[in-house]
């Protein structure tokens, strides 16, 4: 029997786990399972995209119901094979943070996979309870990477002013996929890889360090920060079996889903990867010398995530992609339910595709951004140059994904790409794989080669990181 790396991705509305062949870096096979995580009531307060946490938006999700996700997720994969797992590689949902207790946090009393205990929801990257007003109160970083809502350190300060007592209660904090890596070591600290310390802020990843002085003397918790390790480095063994993973398997510090996923498909210098699932990133590598600037440049929309090795990604990451879609499918099924007729999110898809590919194209402009974004977070959604004639179906789902489109786009130019050398994209992720209409849109929109088909996958490319470092 070959050996296989264990990959697995703690995402936002599902997680997935993949055996890739250590010799051949090939998937023998695969399960995704959804969480079904989110909190619509969390401990008495109302906290959901559309409900409020003290008069602004919140996001948690319950770490039981992901873990039980993940655990529904391995007992699909054939156990005589994960009883030949050489190693086990993590990544997951980025910014987010948990908190738990050193020496405590699960209970393996199941011998076969663990539970959580005394943690607590997790925020997620989604959470918006950091208001802009709140985020300029807060001491500047040290860091070419901003503070935004839903990052750890900006929830901590959060939390510091609005809740100091729940912070006492726990002794560790870190992203979901740290806390698995964590409790399935049985580490007494959280080990932290600088993609997922960055998406936290307050990190500088030129000298992979905290800004410790800086956090410390605005009275921040520093006693929470995880302890930084290189990004495709081992920090521990499995401490007992898992769903037929032998006990002292090596464990991978836990990655970024984004930089996995670019792992898991650009092959080449001139790729750039145009990624649309619930979010979208646009990304291409930056030469190997490149450094990134000394501050943050908040108004800016180009990002430089610290990938592998000391180098960098640019990206325009837009929190704006299959969510704005599956939000317009959501609020047409309301409408319809009030109406007294009821229609499945899958047959509305079917058929809002369909119409909007009858309607080749449509002067309708629809601008998505309903969630607002990172550099601008007051710039919310609109629809323009409504008339008798545009009002169709087929018109606006035409113009929301054209829109979609056109933001990431708005956000990293063509000409940036040019002057990058990309000389194509690779499309991926959920939203753009399933609907025919964003793919017509994206190669209207790129005068650049556009190939399908190499479909970026975190977990893949989780498994890859620690495959190609055997």
């Given at each position: 029997m070959p050996?296989?790396i264990?990959?697995?991705?703690?995402?936002t509305t599902?997680?997935?786990?993949?055996?890739?062949?250590?010799?051949?870096r090939?998937?023998?096979?695969?399960?995704?399972?959804?969480?079904a995580?989110?909190?619509?009531?969390?401990?008495?307060?109302?906290?959901?995209?559309?409900?409020?946490?003290f008069g602004?938006?919140?996001?948690e999700q319950?770490p039981?119901?992901?873990?039980n996700a993940?655990?529904?997720?391995?007992a699909q994969?054939?156990r005589d094979?994960?009883?030949h797992?050489?190693?086990?590689?993590?990544t997951?949902?980025?910014?987010?943070?948990?908190f738990?207790?050193?020496?405590?946090?699960?209970?393996w009393?199941?011998r076969d996979?663990f539970t959580p205990?005394?943690t607590?929801?997790l925020?997620?990257?989604q959470d918006g309870?950091?208001?802009?007003?709140?985020?300029?109160s807060?001491?500047k970083p040290?860091?070419?990477l901003?503070?935004?809502?839903g990052?750890g350190?900006a929830?901590?300060?959060?939390?510091m002013k609005?809740s100091?007592?729940?912070?006492?209660?726990?002794?560790?904090?870190?992203?979901i996929?740290?806390y698995?890596?964590?409790?399935?070591?049985?580490?007494?600290t959280?080990m932290?890889?600088?993609?997922?310390?960055?998406s936290?802020?307050?990190?500088?990843?030129?000298t992979n360090?905290?800004?410790?002085?800086?956090?410390?003397?605005?009275?921040f918790?520093?006693?929470?920060?995880?302890r930084?390790?290189?990004?495709?480095?081992l920090?521990g063994q499995?401490c007992?079996?898992?769903?037929?993973?032998?006990a002292?398997?090596?464990?991978?510090a836990?990655?970024?889903?984004f930089?996995?996923s670019?792992y898991?498909?650009?092959s080449a210098?001139a790729?750039?990867?145009?990624n649309?699932?619930?979010?979208?990133?646009?990304t291409?590598?930056?030469p190997a010398d490149?450094?990134?600037p000394d501050?943050?440049?908040p108004?800016?929309?180009?990002?430089y995530?610290?990938y592998?090795?000391?180098s960098?990604l640019?990206?325009?990451?837009s929190?704006?992609?299959g969510n704005?879609?599956a939000t317009f499918?959501?609020t047409l099924?309301a409408?319809?339910?009030?109406?007294g007729?009821?229609?499945s999110?899958?047959c509305m898809y079917?058929k809002l595709?369909?119409?909007?590919?009858?309607q080749?194209?449509?002067?309708?402009?629809?601008?998505?951004t309903?969630l607002?974004?990172?550099?601008?977070?007051?710039?919310?959604?609109?629809?323009?140059?409504?008339?008798?004639?545009?009002?169709?179906l087929?018109?606006v789902?035409?113009a929301?994904c054209?829109g979609i489109?056109?933001?990431?786009?708005?956000?990293m130019p063509?000409?940036?790409?040019?002057q990058a050398?990309?000389?194509?994209?690779?499309?991926?992720?959920?939203?753009?794989?399933?609907?025919e209409v964003?793919?017509q849109?994206?190669?209207r929109a790129?005068?650049?080669e556009?190939?399908y088909?190499?479909?970026?996958?975190?977990?893949v490319?989780a498994?890859?990181?620690?495959?190609d470092?055997?």
């Open positions: 050996k296989f264990l990959g697995i991705d703690v995402g599902s997680v997935k786990a993949v055996l890739l062949a250590a010799d051949s090939t998937v023998a096979v695969g399960h995704p399972e959804p969480t995580a989110n909190l619509s009531d969390v401990r008495g307060i109302k906290v959901s995209s559309s409900c409020s946490l602004i938006q919140a996001k319950d039981g119901l992901i873990i993940l655990n529904r997720c391995l994969l054939p094979k994960l009883q797992v050489s190693r086990v590689a993590l997951g949902q980025m910014h987010g943070v948990l738990w207790t050193a020496k405590g946090g699960c209970d009393s199941d996979f205990r005394d607590s929801q925020v997620t990257w309870r950091c208001s802009s007003d709140f985020l300029s807060l001491p040290e860091s070419h901003g503070l935004s809502t990052f350190c929830t901590i300060f959060w939390y609005h100091p007592e729940f912070l006492e209660n726990f002794t560790v904090a870190g992203t996929q740290d698995v890596v964590s409790m399935l070591c049985t580490l007494d959280c932290m890889t600088p993609q997922n310390a960055a936290w802020g307050f990190f500088n990843t030129a360090l905290w800004n410790e002085n800086i956090l410390k003397a605005a009275g918790p520093v006693r929470l920060l995880p930084c390790v290189p990004s495709g480095a920090v499995t007992s079996a898992w769903h037929g993973v032998p002292g398997t090596p464990v991978g836990a990655l970024g889903d930089q996995c670019v898991s498909c650009m210098p790729d750039a990867v145009l649309i699932s619930t979010s979208a990133q646009l291409f590598a930056m490149f450094i990134p501050s943050p440049q108004e800016s929309s180009i990002s995530f610290p592998f090795d000391s960098y640019s990206v325009a990451a929190l704006n992609g704005v879609l499918v959501d099924t409408w319809m339910k009030e109406l007729a009821e229609l999110d899958s079917e595709i369909g119409c909007a590919l009858n080749e194209t449509s002067d309708l402009t629809v601008s998505p309903i607002g974004e990172r550099h601008n977070p007051l710039c919310l959604g609109q629809v323009s140059n409504i008339s008798t004639s545009n009002l169709s087929g018109h789902f035409r929301l054209r489109v056109s933001n990431i786009v708005s956000m063509v000409e940036r790409l040019q050398g990309v000389g194509r994209i690779l499309g991926s992720g959920s939203a753009l794989t399933r609907n964003l793919r849109e994206v190669e790129f005068p650049l556009v190939v088909g190499q479909n970026a996958d975190s977990a490319g498994a890859m990181v620690l495959s470092r055997l």
